[in-house]
């Protein structure tokens, strides 16, 4: 079982800068991949970044250049550093992590088993 716990986020204006950070209470943080999905009022959660075990990292196009995710497997954590922030990133943020095997890093949300809380993001124009 893998409990994650998600701080950061708040209100920011718009090329501004927030960061996302999700501590996960695991045994065997390096077989885990990690990802940051987002969910907007009245949209589904969808992909933001993801990172492999081994480092490899992801990310959609509307994010690409300005988010970057990273992960301390000696601190069992996994971050999100969000610039140039845009008013459509507007979202509640959640972190989510799977037990893999080799590389294979999850971009679906049904794919992964473990989600933090969720956190809310919003960034004004």
């Known amino acids: 079982q893998v409990q994650l716990v998600q701080s950061g986020g708040g209100l920011v204006q718009a090329g501004g800068s927030l960061s996302l950070d999700c501590a996960a209470s695991?045994?065997?943080?390096?077989?885990?991949?990690l990802a940051w999905f987002r969910q907007a009022p009245g949209r589904e959660r969808e992909f933001v970044s993801a990172?492999?075990?081994?480092?490899?990292?992801f990310y959609a196009d509307s994010v690409k250049g300005r988010f970057t995710i990273s992960r301390n497997n000696a601190k069992a954590t996994v971050a999100l550093q969000m610039n140039s922030l845009k008013p459509e990133d507007t979202a509640v943020y959640y972190c989510?992590?799977?037990?893999?095997?080799?590389?294979?890093?999850?971009?679906?949300?049904?794919?992964?088993?473990?989600w933090g809380q969720g956190t809310q993001v919003t960034v004004s124009s």
């Open positions: 989510a992590a799977k037990s893999v095997i080799l590389s294979y890093t999850p971009r679906q949300v049904l794919e992964y088993d473990y």
């Open positions: 695991a045994r065997a943080f390096n077989r885990l991949a």
């Open positions: 990172i492999s075990r081994g480092g490899s990292t």
